[in-house]
């Protein structure tokens, strides 16, 4: 089942002209923000941003204060230049579309939970079958390896695990997150550098490359 998102993002021309990754076109199956803003970078250089969302309620940012209007900001600010399409990847007819769609993708973003992607068909096993040229970049909180492996990063989780809230607050005081969500836009950043060095590494072999980022590696 499909339909449209409960809203939709803003989309913002490219007014200086500098768009490298236009024609490539990019499936975002992430939410909230590290995956978001990793293919947000992609769109503000050109790329056809497609993000796909559950049919009820969309990307969990939509339901996070602070509104402008109905619409959340910290969703529009991870979210400009997307098209946005709502769809049941648990049922024959979702996965049917989104196999369509990944045929003629250059590129897919998933931040899904362990084993999630796999069970919805749209893990790099699975997307390879029906598009050898892909490049899949699956965002974790604790890598795919590892006795962490199963666990769910947030950022202010690795923040505290990582030691970083140790350094935050006032000397002597209780300790305190940093409130910008370093880690998540950190892990962003590595997974956009990742994609486009597989973009250039396909260029060369004409084959697609599977890269992992995780909020553990880079907090």
């Not at 648990?90 to 899904?112: H, W």
């Not at 590595?190 to 072999?205: D, E, S, W, Y």
């Amino acid at each position: 089942m499909t339909r449209p998102a409960p809203r939709t993002a803003h989309r913002r021309s490219h007014v200086t002209g500098f768009a490298p990754l236009a024609g490539t076109r990019v499936l975002d199956f992430s939410k909230v923000l590290a995956g978001p803003l990793c293919t947000q970078y992609l769109s503000d250089m050109g790329a056809d941003v497609i993000k796909v969302e559950p049919c009820v309620g969309g990307d969990d940012t939509r339901g996070w204060p602070p509104f402008e209007g109905t619409e959340s900001t910290i969703f529009l600010s991870a979210n400009r230049n997307k098209r946005s399409l709502a769809l049941d990847l648990k049922s024959p007819a979702g996965r049917e579309v989104c196999q369509r769609l990944a045929r003629g993708t250059d590129v897919v973003v998933e931040s899904f939970g362990p084993g999630v992607a796999a069970r919805l068909g749209i893990d790099w096993d699975s997307l390879r079958a029906i598009n050898p040229r892909l490049i899949h970049c699956g965002i974790s909180g604790f890598g795919t390896v590892g006795p962490m492996r199963e666990g769910k990063g947030f950022d202010a989780v690795l923040q505290a695990f990582s030691g970083m809230v140790s350094i935050t607050g006032d000397e002597g005081g209780p300790l305190g997150r940093s409130p910008f969500s370093p880690v998540d836009q950190g892990t962003g950043l590595h997974a956009m550098v990742g994609i486009l060095g597989g973009l250039l590494q396909r260029a060369r072999t004409g084959q697609g490359v599977k890269i992992e980022a995780s909020l553990f590696d880079t907090s």
